[in-house]
């Protein structure tokens, strides 16, 4: 799978081993839409069988992501969820995973509200906090989940030193990737056993398909989620596939651009009296800056920011004009979310406020557009609040 290493990411974006169809030369993956495959004699079963089981399209898909997460085995999921609910799936009744406390609101719902039911039980800890992460440790510590940076505070989490705590206990390590992607963080060579995605967000970056994807290192246990793909059946459709595949040769390009109007952006919020913090890993007084240098080639595209309450939040976003004010993140145009209603909502008051998701927080996506259009429609836009919530 690793083949051409001696290329660069983006380069291996494009050329990778399925950069044209074998059959044909087709140098776009085909979209092969048969659930079933015939089968020459009753002995012999040909490699593919049954679609859920293996289709071509799809695993085109899932040998990309595990050559770019550097992993052996790729998983492609209906959604983020899947992906991840999946990968639950590995532990067991009885059993005990710790939790990043601010981590997806979806992921805290199937934590709380159906692993519980299976008997499988949690702890949610500050994972920037290693040593709250040991006091965490119970006997039937199984697992550790990691989100990083997490959602919506950008929190950064030492992946290697969680994984060295992970391996003392025997426990697996998960690690959700969304917000950076392989182009700027590997969690696998940072010694996590499981990388999750919600391939929705950057991976596919045109706000356009749903889809969740795993790559993991060790032949075994990719052998018992493979298992679990099979079995539990949340696999993605071919359509969707391809979709994901294209919107992947565009990855590292969109990081980039996305990336430094980020960087811009947040140097703006930070510096404008009117916004009370701004959470960027990649601003020099972000607590978790110089591991975030450390273990990733890049802060990713994401910021979070906090204005002075609910009002003048409700002011900022009626009169901003350019992002999309929506649900999602990691797409081709910027995209501002209101956390404690949207992304977090699932989420109970009391834990949210906890956790710093107040109803001043806003988080912020950036796209492709010209950061100094996003800055001016910024800046008129929170003087208009000012004049508006001013008592
Ligand atoms: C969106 C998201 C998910 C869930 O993915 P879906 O594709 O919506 O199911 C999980 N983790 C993070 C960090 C996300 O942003």
């Known amino acids: 799978m690793s083949e051409n290493k001696e290329f660069s990411f983006e380069t291996r974006l494009l050329h990778n081993r399925h950069k044209f169809d074998s059959a044909t030369g087709a140098v776009s993956v085909p979209i092969q839409h048969a659930s079933t495959f015939h089968q020459a004699d009753p002995e012999q079963f040909g490699k593919y069988d049954y679609a859920r089981s293996a ?7 899932e040998d990309i992501i595990a050559e770019l997460e550097e992993g052996t085995r790729g998983f492609a999921f209906a959604s983020g969820m899947a992906a991840i609910s999946t990968a639950f799936l590995l532990l067991s009744a009885g059993d005990h995973v710790i939790v990043t406390e601010d981590v997806y609101g979806g992921t805290f719902r199937m934590v709380t509200s159906v692993l519980t039911r299976f008997g499988i039980e949690h702890t949610f800890v500050d994972m920037t906090d290693l040593d709250s992460v040991k006091a965490a440790v119970r006997p039937n ?7 990083t940076p997490s959602n919506p505070l950008l929190k950064v989490t030492d992946i290697r030193a969680v994984c060295s705590i992970a391996k003392e206990i025997g426990a697996i390590t998960y690690v959700d990737n969304t917000f950076l992607t392989p182009a700027l963080q590997k969690p696998l060579n940072l010694g996590a056993d499981i990388v999750l995605h919600s391939a929705t967000k950057f991976l596919s970056g045109h706000s356009d398909v749903v889809a969740g994807l795993a790559v993991v290192k060790d032949p075994e246990l990719a052998d018992r989620l493979y298992f ?3 079995s539990f059946g949340a696999v993605l459709g071919v359509q969707d596939a391809w979709l994901v595949m294209r919107g992947l040769k565009t990855l590292h390009v969109r990081m980039e651009h996305s990336m430094k109007a980020a960087v811009k952006v947040a140097e703006f919020l ?8 701004v959470y960027y890993p990649g601003l020099p007084d972000h607590p978790g800056y110089s591991l975030q240098r ?4 890049g802060a990713g595209a994401v910021l979070s920011f906090e204005l002075e309450n609910e009002s003048a939040l409700n002011s900022f976003v009626s009169n901003v004009k350019l992002p999309v004010f929506a649900v999602s993140l990691g797409a081709v145009e910027s995209i501002l979310s209101y956390p404690a209603k949207m992304s977090h909502a699932s989420m109970p008051a009391a834990e949210r406020e906890k956790r710093g998701i107040t109803g001043g927080l806003l988080r912020l996506s ?4 010209n950061p100094d259009d996003i800055i001016r429609d910024f800046t008129a836009a929170l003087e208009k609040s000012k004049v508006e919530t001013r008592v």
């Open 270 to 277: 930070a510096a404008h009296p009117h916004v009370k913090a």
């Open 55 to 61: 289709n071509p399209t799809r695993e085109a898909l």
């Open 228 to 230: 679990l793909q099979n």
């Open 141 to 147: 510590t199984k697992a550790i989940y990691m989100e």
């Open 294 to 297: 450390d273990q990733a080639s």
């Open 366 to 369: 950036a796209g492709l557009e």
